[in-house]
């Protein structure tokens, strides 16, 4: 017979290890605490840049904005490039926390992850946050109600 303590850790050890990691787990995981990806309850992303001193800065977009094909890794720069779908510019709002500003652009810039060299998996890990956030957005069509007659 278990123990009722060991009892409790083989469970949790049961559902924790058939989880599947989240999008925004991925990219927070390959970016290591320099930069922190969510999703708020407004299906914006929010981007924090974070260094020793605290977060630096803040990107948000709506997601439904952002252009997954626009996603790629620049080695003249040494960072991954997102910016805004066709007849949504401007679609990033950019806050620099030290400098008290605030910024529309059509263009971000993140840091390249040291562990991802040519960029590729976190551009990957970006176009999943971005298309499954996206398909989970889409307007579900309703089936339509047969009138009755009185």
Same mark, same amino acid.
């Given at each position: 017979?278990?123990?009722?303590?060991?009892?409790?850790? @083989?469970? /949790? +050890?049961?559902? =924790?290890?058939?989880?599947?990691?989240?999008? !925004?787990?991925?990219? *927070?995981? +390959?970016?290591?605490?320099?930069?922190?990806?969510?999703?708020?309850?407004?299906?914006?992303?929010? @981007?924090?840049?974070?260094?020793?001193?605290?977060?630096?800065?803040?990107?948000?977009?709506?997601?439904?904005? @952002?252009? $997954?094909? #626009?996603?790629?890794?620049? $080695?003249?720069?040494?960072?991954?490039?997102?910016? /805004?779908? #066709?007849?949504?510019?401007?679609?990033?709002?950019?806050?620099?926390?030290? +400098?008290?500003? @605030?910024?529309? #652009?059509?263009?971000?810039?993140?840091?390249?992850?040291?562990?991802? $060299?040519?960029?590729?998996? =976190?551009?990957?890990? +970006?176009?999943?946050?971005?298309?499954? *956030?996206?398909?989970?957005?889409? $307007?579900?069509? !309703?089936?339509?109600?047969?009138?009755?007659?009185?």
């Amino acid at each position: 017979m278990l123990r009722p303590l060991a009892a409790v850790a @083989i469970m /949790c +050890l049961c559902t =924790t290890s058939g989880r599947t990691q989240s999008p !925004t787990d991925a990219l *927070n995981g +390959l970016f290591a605490g320099s930069v922190r990806f969510r999703i708020d309850d407004q299906d914006r992303v929010v @981007i924090d840049f974070l260094d020793r001193g605290g977060r630096y800065r803040q990107d948000q977009a709506p997601l439904a904005h @952002i252009d $997954p094909a #626009t996603i790629r890794f620049d $080695p003249e720069q040494d960072a991954l490039l997102m910016g /805004c779908r #066709t007849g949504h510019e401007r679609c990033f709002t950019k806050e620099v926390f030290r +400098l008290s500003a @605030i910024r529309s #652009t059509s263009w971000i810039q993140l840091p390249r992850p040291p562990e991802d $060299p040519a960029g590729a998996a =976190t551009a990957e890990a +970006l176009r999943a946050l971005l298309g499954l *956030n996206a398909a989970a957005m889409e $307007p579900r069509e !309703t089936p339509e109600v047969p009138q009755r007659m009185k």
